[in-house]
């Protein structure tokens, strides 16, 4: 299946529309790329290991 290109899409045709489902398109990309980046980042995670040691 051909991916389509919003954004060329719009240059050609000027439509709102096609400029909306450009939009559109990049932000689900961009929510995607955070729901993966989220899934594997533990940075600042605090973890109690509960060994009870006082420093």
């Known amino acids: 299946m051909k991916e389509t290109n919003y954004w060329e899409q719009f240059m050609a045709s000027g439509k ?11 932000r689900q990309e961009e929510q995607e ?6 899934g594997q980042s533990h940075a600042g995670d605090y973890r109690d290991y ?6």
């Open 16 to 26: 709102i529309e096609d400029f909306l489902a450009y939009k559109e398109a990049a």
């Open 33 to 38: 790329e955070a729901r993966q980046s989220k």
């Open 50 to 55: 509960g060994d009870g040691f006082k420093g």
